[in-house]
């Protein structure tokens, strides 16, 4: 079955370390995407990138880092300059983001990170 | 992004129609409406979208209003199983990259 992968479901890191968050789809699809979502909150755009090699800041990117090397990946990197990382990521994906219109977006089941 | 404005909390009860109210009187006349809904603990969940005319599928209904100032996502049959919290967002079908932007939506409650 098509879907999109994150791993791990809960994952603990401890203040001042950095730590990769995998999202791997095989739905064949151009875009990517990395939200967070605090408790009771919308989420929030972190990074994207339309196309491999290619990312763009979202709305929140201070602190995390991201790499597209392969069109199925998109890893998120918590650097230990997000002051706040203790969050949920959602990872998604639209499959052909070029040719405008509405686009279905495709999310991942969520890494739920916890700094202590 | 044009903003959109949901009631935080609503209720159903089994069996019976929900009827989710969105006001977004600031759409432009390339955004699509788009619904989500997110149960606890996973990534939101496609529902239905539209841009002008109402529309159908097996998930829900999506009325428009005439203006397009205001939409309404029809659960016909509402069940415990669809308590979560539901997104109204616009996108621009004009811009390239799929950005959705969620506020907090309404959060279901099913009785029932």
């Known amino acids: 079955d098509g879907g999109i992968t994150q791993s791990p479901k809960y994952l603990f890191r401890k203040e001042g370390q950095n730590v990769t968050l995998s999202c791997e789809q095989n739905?064949?699809?151009?875009?990517m995407y990395w939200y967070r979502q605090d408790p009771g909150q919308g989420l929030r755009l972190i990074y994207y990138s339309q196309i491999v090699n290619d990312f763009q800041k979202g709305d929140i990117a201070e602190g995390y880092s991201v790499s597209r090397e392969k069109k199925e990946s998109f890893p998120l990197t918590v650097t230990s300059a997000q002051k706040n990382p203790t969050a949920f990521y959602l990872c998604?994906?639209?499959?052909?983001?070029?040719?405008?219109?509405?686009?279905?977006?495709?999310f991942g089941p969520g890494t739920r990170l916890t700094v202590l | 992004d044009a903003k959109t404005t949901q009631p935080n909390s609503m209720e159903s009860n089994e069996e019976e129609p929900v009827h989710l109210p969105c006001n977004h009187s600031t759409i432009s006349g390339t955004d699509y409406i788009h619904w989500y809904r997110q149960l606890p603990s996973q990534g939101p969940e496609y529902v239905i979208h539209?841009?002008?005319s109402n529309v159908n599928n097996r998930m829900a209904s999506l009325a428009i209003a005439e203006d397009r100032k205001s939409s309404t996502l029809i659960l016909h049959r509402a069940t415990l199983r669809d308590a979560a919290v539901y997104y109204c967002i616009l996108r621009d079908g004009g811009t390239s990259y799929g950005k959705l932007t969620f506020g907090q939506g309404t959060i279901l409650t099913a009785h029932p």
């Open positions: 998604a994906s639209i499959p052909r983001p070029l040719a405008g219109g509405p686009h279905e977006q495709f």
């Open positions: 539209g841009l002008t």
């Open positions: 739905l064949n699809h151009d875009a």
